[in-house]
């Protein structure tokens, strides 16, 4: 095994060699989890791993609760299956917490505090009410709660790490919040050891070849519990390469050339920020360089697994433009073959047209 075996494997692991899966809350649950802070860019994440399945296809699924966007893994926003966020939330949730802590202190969040907001907002959605972040702040206001700003932000975080919301439909371009037992009345509750096994299958299943470490970082586990969650998984095997030792579930068969070859990508695509060790899929460390941008740069080109450029996107009523970055000059293969995701992409946006403009980095 080598680099090049291990992108044509997770690309057929993460579902974007081959997508055979048809709705949004399939995919979330082979994945165990994704991304989700970029709602847009994360409703494109999806549907890269699915047939024939459009913006509007997605944001259906979502405004009917079959995917939850939630607080849970890392102190980010994830899509989560209803029935997994409880399970999820009791694993991982306290390292997030931990994460919050400095803040809190600075924000003057103290238990007493959280819980008299969790008492308003509580009953602010009781009875199947969903509101916004602004209508949440004006319940709390009227109970002489003063929440605004970055103290709300984290108001409603600790509020979905401790189980009480999630996310409600939205109302046209608002997030609304819901009370999570009415919005989840199915979601499962497991023991500490089924749930560490429950998620390391999941990320290794889906995510692999894959280091303990990548696992750790991705789920938001300490090194020790990334370490107990992967020996509970029986059926790993593991490759070394290049000093380093990748886990994934082998299906006995070698895993072929792709289908698909190009993509545009989310920075924050589970292909490229679930893994700490991102060596494989980026000449130079790319990734890590765009990571440091944050959101001055979403997106990344993809082909045949390596990183190889950037773009971007200019809506408009009816068309889509792309600008195209290269990071070095692109083959005729590859050049067609992101001519062909960019119809893909301008039929995921329903846009009649799409534009494509090649500049240099």
Known sequence: MNSS??????????????PTMTSPGEIVKWLGAVQAQDYAAAKWS??????????????EAFNKGEILRTHVMRPTWHFV??????WMLELTAPRVRMSLSHYDRKLELTDQFLSRCFDVILKSLRGGNFLTRLQLSEQLAKNNISATGQRL????????????????????KQFTYANLTER?????????????????????????????????WWSGLSMKDAQEARMRVAALTSRDVNGKTYWFISEGKEKKAVDNRAFFMSL???????????????????VEKFITMGNALTGVMLFDGNVIGTWKRELSKDSVALTLSPLRTFTSDEQGGFAQMAERYKTFLGKSSVSITYVKT
Request: proline fraction near 4%; aromatic fraction near 6%; include cysteine.
């Open 184 to 216: 989840a009345p199915n979601a499962k509750q497991l023991s500490r050891e089924e749930s560490l096994k429950t998620l390391a299958t999941r990320y290794f299943t889906s995510h692999g070849p894959a280091q303990v470490k990548d696992f750790a």
């Open 5 to 18: 075996d291990i992108r044509t494997i997770r690309l057929h692991n993460q579902q974007l060699a081959k």
């Open 153 to 172: 932000g984290h108001i409603m975080a600790h509020a979905e790490l401790s189980g009480l919301i999630c996310s409600g439909p939205r109302i046209g």
């Open 81 to 86: 299956l209803p029935e997994d966020i409880l």
């Open 46 to 59: 999806v549907s890269l791993r699915l047939q024939n399945v459009t913006d509007k296809n997605i944001e």
């Open 268 to 286: 924050y695509d589970e292909y490229t920020i679930a893994y700490k060790d991102r060596v494989d899929i980026s000449e130079e460390r790319y």
